[in-house]
């Protein structure tokens, strides 16, 4: 299904010479599956006839604001809640100027001010007009208001000059507008939902300058916490010491050892629904951490070092919470999928993440990884491979990918429970 399908497009047309393309825009707009409402500027009826987009769309034109016979029948404000999205093209200098200065001077102004859509302007003028600094300078006043702005091509114009102000095809205003609606539609997948990932290594004490840890560098799990946010979910990122920086959107909660990323991770959980075991926590720490810095031996003899378990971060949130969605990862060096699978089982997990950590180009550090993702449906197991690709891009499958699984067999199988 497209971005426009039984979308509600407002298209709004203003006095440009490209405005013969918007007849043909809205054909398209139609043709992918949308509703179609034009209005039409004062300026805009010098360039094109209204009667032209009413035989289109089916719909009377919509042109003035005041106008008792129209607020009689579907108002500006009703209009303004009815619309999905409103697309502007061509979008000329002086509407953009009247839009960057919040005017409500006529219909299409007011209509912009009035809606909470997302309003999208394809600008088009002669080459001079766009790079004016007024133009440019209202055109930033706009982006900062939240206003999307296509940038108009370059090439020869109507009026014989050459350079940017081209009002792009409609094809690629279509194509422009269906990409934008389909990434809304993504930001909207985990909204209402909170995920709680754990990223990095952790550090062990030994004594006061000494600790073990390992060489992970937390990519995964922070690109995960990005691409979780991205998809409009709450996140709490746990961290151990990394040198990343928290990415937008993510409450990034940073710790040191094993028992402190637990006692975090426990602490959060009550308010989370999508656990995700990402960091590299070491199994073992010093059995007693020295109060001062150990001194080197007077001969050869060597050092024993007691070490004692930590906890399972993993298994013990599974266990806590059973309403927890929890997915881990496994780095493994052989057998990956069949120590992957015995790992889902015993710990009592939704998924698990699996990846060859032997491979270099895909091990710690790197910047990109090739996993199989395990998940569980009942006492079944789906497997999912993926091939090589940058940390950032895989994140957001395996988000998604674990959002469906959550969505259809988690939030199913709780459903009885919930009454
Ligand atoms: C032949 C002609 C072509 C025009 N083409 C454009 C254009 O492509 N882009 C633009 O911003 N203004 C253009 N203008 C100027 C606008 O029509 C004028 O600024 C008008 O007030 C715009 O009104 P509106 O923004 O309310 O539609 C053109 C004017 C004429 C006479």
């Keep these: 299904m497209t971005g426009l399908h039984n979308k509600s497009i407002l298209l709004g047309v203003s006095g440009g010479i490209a405005a013969y393309k918007s007849a043909w825009l809205a054909r398209l707009l139609i043709k992918a599956g949308a509703q179609v409402r034009v209005v039409m500027t004062q300026g805009a009826s010098a360039f ?5 987009f009413q035989a289109i769309t ?6 003035q604001l005041l106008d008792t016979d129209a607020e009689a029948g579907m108002g500006h404000i009703e209009l303004a809640r009815w619309a999905d999205a409103i697309l502007i093209a061509p979008c000329s200098a002086n509407l953009i100027a009247r839009l960057a200065q919040g005017q409500a001077n006529d219909l299409l102004t007011t209509l912009c001010l009035a809606t909470q859509a997302p309003i999208y302007l394809a600008p088009a003028m002669n080459q001079q007009m766009w790079a004016h600094p007024a133009t440019q300078a209202n055109h930033q006043t706009l982006l900062s208001y939240g206003y999307q702005l296509l940038t108009p091509e370059s090439g020869e114009q109507a009026c014989g000059d050459i350079g940017p102000g081209r009002l792009p095809e409609p094809e690629t205003l279509c194509a422009w507008l269906t ?9 909207r997948l985990a909204q209402g939902l909170r995920f709680l990932i754990t990223a990095g290594p952790t550090q ?12 992970s560098s937390g990519k995964m799990g922070y690109a995960l916490a990005a691409a979780a946010a991205s998809l409009g ?17 993510v409450t990034r909660h940073s710790v040191t050892c094993a028992e402190e ?10 308010h989370t629904q999508i656990f995700i075991a990402c960091a590299a926590v070491a199994d073992y720490r010093a059995a007693e951490v020295a109060c001062h810095k150990m001194k ?19 298994a013990t949130l599974a266990q806590d919470n059973p309403r927890l969605y929890c997915a881990g990862f496994a780095a493994e060096t052989q057998q990956v999928e069949t120590h992957a699978e015995q790992k889902l089982r015993r710990k009592g997990l939704q998924a698990i993440i699996a990846n060859d950590v032997s491979d270099p180009q895909i091990g710690f550090g790197s910047e990109e990884n090739q996993v199989t993702l395990l998940l569980k449906k009942g006492e079944l197991t789906q497997t999912l491979t993926y091939p090589k690709m ?17 969505q259809e067999t988690f939030l199913h199988e709780q459903t009885p429970d919930q009454g």
Excluded at 48 to 52: A, D, G, K, R, S
Excluded at 236 to 245: A, R
Excluded at 296 to 314: A, F, S, Y
């Design 296 to 314: 080197k031996g007077q001969n050869e003899e060597p050092l024993t070092l007691t070490l004692v378990r930590n906890p399972d971060i993993l």
């Design 233 to 249: 979910a709450e996140v709490d990122l746990v961290s151990g010491p990394v040198h990343l920086p928290a990415p937008a959107g």
């Design 48 to 52: 094109i006839q209204p009667l032209t």
């Design 204 to 215: 062990e004490a030994i004594d006061p300058v000494r600790y073990l840890s390992n060489h």
């Design 179 to 187: 990409q934008a609606l389909d990434a809304t539609q993504k930001s």
């Design 58 to 63: 089916g719909h009377p034109v919509h042109q």
């Design 261 to 270: 990323m637990l006692s975090t991770c426990q602490a959060l959980q009550p």
């Design 390 to 406: 940058p940390k950032t891009q895989l994140s957001l499958v395996l988000i998604q990918q674990l959002l469906q699984h959550y």
